[in-house]
């Protein structure tokens, strides 16, 4: 029969529930026990809105306390040796050390390495393995799950990381990948018969590389890896998403497995080649939802694909997302402040399982049995793709207008930097953060209060005001050369900009996860995108008039803002970039006409939007830096603009941070390690540069000469006229008491420093 599944459903909740009971667990509110019930609430809770929907197979291993990636190496025994778990079991605390160096029991550690899933915006746990590494099952409770997703009386599939991607994923030291192939197959082989043991049906492999371009010795680890996992105890789905399969279609579909996934909303056009080339007996998952976005499925759309599909594979056909719902929102129907017109244009994780439901039965027993259903989401796509609310001729004459000498500086950055200098006479070494302070309860109550009603417009100002001189003061004291104004404004660095922005919505409860308990909430692109007046001039023309230092202005750039919405399906990427490139750069222009003499323009996300597959990259990074460019292409050359990125890969865009011509990128380095750095020098960049010397997502605080090690190992690498100090990301989310050590600490290695540098013009004396 034609079966209607998900690849998996969000886990913090749709109050956040998981967030909660985290953080409390790690505060030590409540114990362990507390913990797992209130995770086992919430897996329950999903099951059975996957049942009520009509969902065939629920899906159970989706749900993590932390990340995915992080059970799979806690489920294979594959814990670092600093961190202590020997050959016992992989107890909570040890899970948590590795994710964020501390955990309520156990003393501290380095957390494990933390980036990007592919090109989303959530952050999965490297696996760290070694030449010869071990596996064995030490954490146990994907078993745990299944069997109790069966005793809650549901068809029970099983999600697991696949073998390959878990690989390519990880870091090996002193060996290569593939050489822990055979060891991991093993460890595999026992995990299949644990599940089947439990009750699954079903196991779900996920194997995203095989989006990715792969050299040939992977793709053949594909077929001998699966040839050896046989005999299966249960059936196997190899689920593969985010792209097309491209050259690797029959590498995946001759796997010897019993059935294949493939995402036909990223690329609805693989589908004729799978349907040639899949055998007579596998089962095709079509990812016809679109589990990345927020918008309704154009289920006729959908439809055809299905029908195509059926008429040449019969039953064997299933129906589902894309890939899996975590990387939306739980449920619209919680979004009542919304404008009405726009919510019905909306679906969430919970909306997409009955769209998924309605196309299997539109299939199965003909489009009357839904016909009320598809006739209401046909009239709903109608209505937004001619809503007046969608278009602005105005915005859309000025995004033609634009002009490649409106996104370049008007001098070279040799001429800016001297410019720069003499305005700012910074000493060697200069100190900075990235841009945000700790969000205290109070302060997050008090935004609270004010968006609900309870403080006036005048109270908040002046509660806002308070927050940012006391940042100064902290920033003075702790001896910071370059401040910020931390951002108190903001609850989110994107989510803050579209409140402000016209043609953007934001939410009340749309939150997805990033890692861990932190969530966000993207704003929604529904239409052409205007600044309709400042946004941060009030706050930063303050901060700068309480300091005699430099305050840096706080942007988050169009990439970014792009990357970390929700954009508009019915408009070119590079439209909707280049309207919010103008909506930035007039905030930058205001910035500096206040006379904001530092302009941080974020660009955190631009890796991650990058292409999976490097022959489809080259329009990307011109669109982003030419979108970068034209931010910053209209202030002086005596203005500093920097720009931040983190947890990515960055090899693949030295060019790009190059064509950006930044006067000075932030980078996070801290956990991810410097082996980009000499790739930016051999990039051409001079430009200055600050890695991270120091890891802010996780509480433990570094003594001060691990700073002063890193500073050095840095300064073996970079010119010290290049380098710059400072954390490797924002503070929001670490407490006043986390951060007050580190910051004096990495100041007093840069005096420490300062004392045995020279470069001549440039000063050794801290301040301004």
Known sequence: MVIAHTLGFPRIGARRELKWALEEYWSGSIDAAALQAA???LRRRHWDLQRHAGLDL?????FSLYDHVLDMSALLGAVPARLGAGDGEVDLDTYFRMARGRAPRGGDAAACAMTKWFDTNYHYIVPELHAGQRFRLARREIFGEVADAVSQGHRAKAALVGPLTYLWL???RDGRKLDLLPELVRAY?????GLAAAGAEWVQLDEPILALELPPAWLDAFESAYHRLRPYPLKVLVATYFGALAENTSAALTLPVDGVHVDLVRAPAQLDVVLDRINDTKVLSLGLIDGRNVWRTDLDQALILARRARARLG???????????????VDVAAEQALDPELRAWLAFATQKLHEIAILRTALTEGEARVGGLLAEARTLRRQRLTSRAIFDAEVRARERAITPAMCARSQPHRVRSQLQQARL??????TTTIGSFPQTAALRRARRDHREGRID??????????EIAQVIRAQEDFGLDVLVHGEPERGDMVEYFGEHLQGVAVTANGWVQSYGSRCVRPPIIYGDVRRPRSITVEWTRYAQSLTLRPVKGMLTGPVTLLQWSYARDDAPAEEICMQLALAVRDEVMDLEAAGTPVIQIDEPALREGLPLRRRDRAPYLRLAAR????CAGGVGAGTQIHTHMCYSEFQDILATIREMDADVVTIEAARSGDGLLPGLREAGLANGIGPGVYDIHTPRQPSEEEIMQRARRLLEILPVGQLWLNPDCGLKTRRWEEIEAPLRRLVNCARRLRATCHVPGRRRAAGA
């Open 39 to 41: 995770a086992r609430e």
């Open 58 to 62: 629920i899906t159970a291993g989706d």
């Open 170 to 172: 990880s870091r090996v």
């Open 189 to 193: 082989r026992e995990i299949l018969q």
């Open 315 to 329: 039953d064997r056909v299933w129906i589902a997302p894309s890939c899996s719902l975590l990387h939306v929102p």
């Open 425 to 430: 006479r910074l000493p060697l070494l200069p």
């Open 457 to 466: 417009a005048a109270s908040y100002r002046e509660r806002l005001r308070a």
């Open 627 to 630: 979108a970068f460019g034209l």
